[in-house]
């Protein structure tokens, strides 16, 4: 009789999702934006879309951090200038200005931003949790999150003025951020 085709062993490789294969590390992917020349994230769970700014209708005796109202869609969202929330100078709409709507847990809030530059993913070893982070907007800050330490994505505009710098992000918590 012939030996057959085949004179070795076949190994069959193991699936992925095997048990003995190693398991994924947990990464979290915020969504990076620009207030002012600083770089602050959003847990991108919490966004809920991105939008150019539309008219935005004033509500008088609002709070200063308030712009006003807008509809989307037949809903009703307040919006919250991100600027004078985190009492950051006053700051002109460019055509790079986006309104992030943001799902608090409670409530989806219009959030205005600069600039929107990239969703960052990051591990464990980029995230530094803020214990003690000093100033007058500490409650918002959720930690603080370093892109450059495994190569994390850029993006840039087609001016090149907006890029996801190997800096420092500022993460910030969703729900602090628009308690009222």
């Given at each position: 009789?012939?030996?057959?085709?085949?004179?070795?062993?076949?190994?069959?490789?193991?699936?992925?999702?095997?048990?003995?294969?190693?398991?994924?590390?947990?990464?979290?992917?915020?969504?990076?934006?620009?207030?002012?020349?600083?770089?602050?994230?959003?847990?991108?769970?919490?966004?809920?879309?991105?939008?150019?700014?539309?008219?935005?209708?004033h509500v008088?005796?609002?709070?200063?951090?308030?712009?006003?109202?807008?509809?989307?869609?037949?809903?009703?969202?307040?919006?919250?200038?991100?600027?004078?929330?985190?009492?950051?100078?006053?700051?002109?709409?460019?055509?790079?200005?986006?309104?992030l709507l943001?799902?608090?847990?409670?409530?989806?809030?219009?959030?205005?931003?600069?600039?929107?530059?990239?969703?960052?993913?990051?591990?464990?070893?980029?995230?530094?949790?803020?214990?003690?982070?000093?100033?007058?907007?500490?409650?918002?800050?959720?930690?603080?999150?370093?892109?450059?330490?495994?190569?994390?994505?850029?993006?840039?505009?087609?001016?090149?003025?907006?890029?996801?710098?190997?800096?420092?992000?500022?993460?910030?918590?969703?729900?602090?951020?628009?308690?009222?």
């Amino acid at each position: 009789m012939s030996e057959g085709i085949v004179r070795q062993k076949t190994i069959m490789p193991v699936p992925a999702s095997g048990p003995s294969s190693a398991p994924e590390p947990e990464v979290f992917e915020y969504l990076g934006f620009m207030l002012a020349d600083e770089q602050y994230a959003l847990p991108l769970t919490s966004i809920r879309e991105i939008l150019k700014p539309p008219p935005v209708t004033h509500v008088p005796r609002a709070p200063q951090d308030i712009l006003g109202v807008v509809s989307v869609r037949g809903r009703v969202t307040t919006v919250v200038d991100l600027r004078r929330r985190l009492r950051m100078p006053e700051g002109a709409m460019t055509k790079f200005s986006r309104v992030l709507l943001v799902d608090d847990g409670r409530e989806v809030v219009g959030v205005l931003v600069d600039a929107v530059l990239a969703v960052v993913r990051l591990g464990p070893q980029e995230l530094e949790l803020a214990a003690n982070v000093g100033g007058d907007t500490a409650e918002y800050v959720r930690g603080i999150g370093r892109p450059g330490a495994r190569g994390a994505g850029r993006s840039a505009r087609s001016d090149g003025r907006w890029t996801l710098k190997d800096d420092i992000l500022i993460l910030l918590d969703p729900r602090a951020l628009l308690r009222r």
